[in-house]
């Protein structure tokens, strides 16, 4: 089935460092590609997407390329703040839009940055 | 604005006790869900439904059950058959069409005593 492997946390940076988390996947067919957010106690955030091989999602600074012949969707920031300390999730779609629709997650990564 | 509410926020329940955890949009979306989180263990998929009176099974919807009889709603009831219930609940929809990203709610932390 689809799955969604993405590197083990935690991660920790100082300020301004940086910044890439390593997001691979098994699907069958073309899937779409997610990265969310998650900050202490809220719910997801959408960061960013791709929907096609090639395409590059983009958001505060945070990149990812949808990468067909690697099945992969790493997640990149050039200077981060210690504002971005979360838990980042890549993602999934499974199915074709129609009835067995649904998201498949990674297990997250803890990413800690400081002053 | 438009989004997500689930309710409450914070649960407490002794075992034994079924619990229902609310989860209303008004985001006119067709389709939601309700995850499991887990720390260490990502999202896991419990319920979802992709129309009114219409639902499917997740990855894990043992001790679990839903209902959704109207479109703005999707609840969740934990039941006394769920063995192992402490949890944080996320309740997510999603636009029919488009590029099938969901939108989250902020989530339910539940805590059996």
């Known amino acids: 089935g689809d799955s969604v492997t993405q590197m083990e946390g935690p991660v920790t940076l100082s300020e301004e460092a940086f910044l890439t988390i390593n997001c691979t996947y098994t699907?069958?067919?073309?899937?779409?590609l997610f990265w969310y957010v998650q900050y202490p106690g809220e719910g997801l955030q959408l960061l960013l997407k791709?929907?096609?091989?090639?395409d590059k999602g983009s958001n505060k600074g945070f990149e990812a390329t949808y990468r067909k012949e690697t099945t992969s969707f790493h997640l990149e920031k050039g200077s981060v703040q210690v504002s971005d300390s979360a838990v980042y999730f890549c993602?999934?779609?499974?199915?074709?839009?129609?009835?067995?629709?649904?998201?498949?997650f990674g297990k997250g990564t803890l990413l800690t940055v400081n002053p | 604005d438009g989004g997500i509410t689930q309710s409450p926020k914070y649960l407490f329940r002794k075992e034994g006790q079924n619990v229902t955890l609310s989860c209303e949009q008004n985001l006119n979306h067709d389709a939601m869900y309700w995850y499991r989180q887990d720390p260490g263990q990502g999202l896991r998929l419990i319920y979802y439904?992709?129309?009114?009176?219409?639902?499917q099974k997740g990855d894990i919807a043992e001790g679990y059950s839903v209902s959704r009889e109207k479109k703005e709603s999707f609840p969740l009831t934990v039941t006394s058959a769920q063995k192992n219930p402490t949890a944080f609940y996320l309740c997510?929809?999603?636009?029919?069409?488009?590029?099938?990203?969901?939108?989250f709610g902020e989530g339910s932390r539940l805590t059996v005593l």
């Open positions: 791709a929907t096609k091989a090639d």
């Open positions: 993602a999934l779609t499974a199915g074709s839009g129609g009835s067995n629709y649904k998201l498949t």
């Open positions: 439904s992709q129309i009114v009176n219409d639902f």
């Open positions: 699907a069958t067919g073309y899937p779409s």
């Open positions: 997510a929809s999603r636009r029919t069409g488009g590029t099938g990203e969901l939108f």
